[in-house]
């Protein structure tokens, strides 16, 4: 007997999008006085928000699960050891300068470190890694110096970006037990758990290629779910938040610095092109628009969706509490 196949959690919030955009659309032709033409470009608003933050953030999380299945199958356990320096300091330098190598955003970030950290790299190194890789990284580099010019904004945000990166995994260095700070099914001794695993003495460059995209394929799905989850939330948000109501209060050193952050968790923008969209927020203080690009790939909606994926609930906030602090006296002062 055929068994049936259940439609995964991204096939099915689709689905209901694409329902909800065309109700949308109906309810849009009516009279545009009554109650649902309101209803309906609330709905409509939503979904063209859903649809751009997804289409947006999707190809960097595949980016990342791919760059994931390749440190799976082409890189051992003992090579990621050898490669790491033994001292704490120097280490979480070389996690915060990692990003040139492996350039992907705040998406595709979380599940390379996670892969990172089943091969056995220091806490501090990865958690280094997962906070300055959004913007320490070639694309960011060359989008910001497009928007702002090679000038202070730019040496600020990537210097801001790298010191709070580095204090943060610094931080969770004083940690020695991994198993206090990352979820069980993260650690090196559950590797063997793994859906896809590749012996790599014993298969060809053929095979070994078709292991990592079949990794990547497994990875992406899984994490997929919670950056739909996350674009959800990030886009009801936006819908339901009016912008202008935010730069009304653009006053003092404090507030603008508090708002501009607001906008960096709701608007969850990729931070290959927040930059540009910081552009459209001149009126703000300097300071509060330096807040938004620096803690804004470090901590939004579906980031931090994916983060409880990786980290225990305690780990993940003290990674939202200690770059907020940080950056909100970085915008302040």
């Excluded at 610094?170 to 700070?181: A, M």
């Excluded at 409880?308 to 509490?321: A, C, H, P």
Aim: proline share 5%; net charge positive; hydrophobic share 55%.
């Amino acid at each position: 007997m055929a068994v049936k196949k259940r439609l995964s959690p991204i096939q099915i919030l689709l689905i209901s999008l694409a329902l909800v955009t065309l109700l949308g659309a109906w309810l849009y032709t009516l009279d545009p006085g009554s109650r649902f033409a309101v209803v309906g470009d609330r709905i409509q608003t939503f979904a063209t928000i859903f649809l751009g933050i997804f289409i947006e953030a999707a190809p960097f999380l595949l980016l990342g699960t791919l760059a994931s299945g390749i440190v799976e199958v082409f890189v051992s356990k003992e090579d990621l050891i050898a490669l790491m320096p033994r001292n704490v300091l120097l280490g979480a330098l070389a996690g915060g300068f990692m990003g040139f190598f492996f350039p992907v955003c705040e998406c595709g970030v979380v599940p390379l470190t996670r892969r990172l950290f089943r091969k056995g790299m220091p806490i501090s190194i990865g958690i280094t890694f997962l906070l300055a890789a959004p913007v320490l990284n070639p694309i960011v580099l060359a989008s910001t110096a497009n928007a702002y010019g090679f000038g202070p904004m730019l040496y600020w945000r990537f210097g801001l970006s790298f010191t709070i990166a580095l204090v943060t995994g610094l931080i969770f260095s004083v940690e020695k037990d991994p198993s206090q700070v990352v979820r069980a099914a993260s650690l090196p001794d559950l590797l063997e758990n793994e859906i896809r695993t590749v012996d790599r003495k014993k298969t060809s460059l053929r095979e070994k290629i078709t292991g990592a995209i079949l990794i990547a394929g497994d990875e992406f799905f899984e994490m997929g779910r919670y950056l739909v989850a996350g674009t959800t939330l990030a886009s009801l948000m936006q819908t339901l938040v009016p912008q202008e109501f935010l730069r009304q209060l653009n006053n003092g050193p404090l507030l603008p610095v508090l708002i501009m952050i607001a906008l960096a968790v709701i608007l969850s923008i990729c931070s290959t092109v927040d930059a540009f969209v910081a552009l459209g927020f001149a009126g703000f203080s300097s300071g509060s628009i330096l807040a938004f690009l620096v803690f804004g790939p470090m901590v939004d909606i579906k980031s931090v969706m994916l983060y409880s994926q990786v980290f225990k609930r305690r780990t993940v906030m003290y990674l939202v509490l200690l770059p907020l602090l940080m950056s909100v006296l970085a915008g302040v002062f």
